[in-house]
């Protein structure tokens, strides 16, 4: 599979790894990147991931009119300002995807402005990242191994989800289909949540007085619960509100089994706890071993 | 500084590593093995981390007896069983450590158990683990560049905590001292808490009907978040009793955290998470470029 023009709206980690894995793969024959900032499109350019770059603010829908792929790959509250560009421009072969984190708010967006071009938009989200970000951060074996979860519409043309299914296998990924609220609410137990709870327990820490104290004996454990505590703070944000409802489900789902936890530690009820852990450590071990075909992949843990 | 004669007290992932690691220093003449199971025994022998193995309810008092340092590496749960025979048995200048993660029911028990001889003993708690556990996960580099934590009672002698300290240096470690009281507090916060987050996230999850699902779409946040959610059941399970009151409190400040995340995330108050979001973030990029000295020695992150 090649695809003769991408153009990639967002040249940060994802929108770079991806022009770079779709280069790696043979997949794409020129890169054009779209961003806020000229130097990160710099940066993109120096390390081969896009052939030509254009500001948000200059005019670069042009350039998009031609193409035979749109990557979206700006914050998601971002999207508004750049749906209704490619609407107006949209050649009538060219699909348009997303690696949005939330999909529902997506597709709503998508309702509101591509009206007569919806089925060309294919709604994704690959499931891979890095607390690192921007271009300098792209790497073309981000997507190997992994997820990309992509969330048709009942308008989507089965054309453009095969484009773009071939076009994210061709980049080293496992592509899945499901419904887009679907999406949201899974995503928020396995994604969104966990990224919320580091952030919480490094943001308690950090507001004691005595933080220095109490961060200076953190270990292993410590430093990989909370890696994704580093991750960008104007991302997260977002997401959080974009996937309001299905986080507060979870929070509270969360909440009622923190609720057990201190009930087993307070009245010494060993047997609560030990269920409760062994239950935790056996889905853990198993999920290495199997759907964390991820892990391998990665660093072998 | 050369120790002639080691005993370890339990030779799983903590002894074996602390016995490699005092033979690749020249720090250890010969080290007597005791333990559980004679498979994991053979396992150490067979790694070269002991010179000789006895079971633990096989006669191991007189081994002991004479040794200069004995380090305790067996569950805080299971130290009574223990303490009573060194107690019997321990020469004037046999030094005991532990390695056991909480303080306070150590230094409870010992004064129980070893009375006339508490002079001799350092309660202490290596800084440094793995979800893996047995002598074959034993690491000689599992110190280097961690912290080992003691907690001296007014009893000990200055002697036995210089030697334990020389100990733990040559194996690689900072040592640093601490109030057994201080040190429970601040490990609920930064080791055991988190440890029950994790596994809390995990069962919470896998006792969902459609658990496949959801963990078949987690990726590597997930994957860093939940690896100490791998740990040993029973271990933690035991941490978690011993270290109940400091839980219970910091479970506690953690849940009214989770209350305001709820909040904010409900109200769509974008500015209290970014502020959350931002004290988190920048908090975690400090520590692992700083106290984080553990980090860029074990993986570079």
């Given at each position: 599979m090649r695809v003769d023009k991408l153009a990639v709206i967002g040249v940060g980690l994802i929108g770079a790894s991806c022009a770079l894995a779709a280069r790696a793969a043979g997949a794409v024959t020129q890169v054009v990147g779209i961003g806020r900032s000229q130097a990160n499109l710099d940066r993109a350019l120096a390390r081969g991931a896009i052939d030509r770059g254009l500001l948000l603010?200059?005019?670069w829908a042009r350039e998009v009119a031609d193409a035979d792929l749109v990557l979206i790959a700006i914050p998601?509250?971002?999207?508004r300002g750049v749906l209704p560009t490619l609407a107006g421009v949209l050649g009538d072969r060219t699909v348009i995807t997303d690696a949005g984190s939330t999909k529902q708010d997506v597709v709503l967006a998508a309702r509101e402005t591509l009206?007569?071009?919806?089925?060309?938009f294919v709604p994704g989200h690959p499931i891979a990242g890095s607390e690192r970000s921007g271009a300098?951060?792209?790497?073309?074996?981000?997507?190997?191994g992994r997820q990309v979860i992509l969330t048709p519409?009942?308008?989507?043309?089965a054309e453009a989800v095969a484009l773009v299914t071939d076009f994210w296998t061709a980049c080293g990924a496992r592509v899945a289909l499901l419904d887009p609220g679907r999406h949201d609410r899974i995503l928020a137990a396995v994604s969104h949540l966990p990224h919320l709870l580091a952030s919480t327990l490094v943001a308690e820490l950090a507001s004691r007085k005595d933080s220095a104290e109490y961060l200076g004996s953190a270990g292993s454990g410590f430093r990989d619960f909370t890696?994704?505590?580093?991750?960008s703070p104007e991302m997260w944000r977002d997401i959080a509100l974009a996937n309001r409802d299905a986080l507060l489900t979870e929070i509270a789902a969360y909440r009622t089994a923190l609720d057990a936890l201190a009930s087993s530690i307070e009245h010494g009820d060993g047997a609560a706890l030990d269920t409760m852990l062994t239950r935790a450590s056996e889905a853990r071990r198993s999920w290495s071993e199997t759907a964390g075909g991820i892990v391998a992949t990665r660093d072998g843990r």
């Open positions: 603010d200059a005019d998601v509250a971002q999207y009206r007569a071009k919806l089925a060309q300098e951060a792209g790497d073309a074996a981000l997507y190997v519409l009942p308008e989507t043309s890696r994704i505590a580093g991750s």
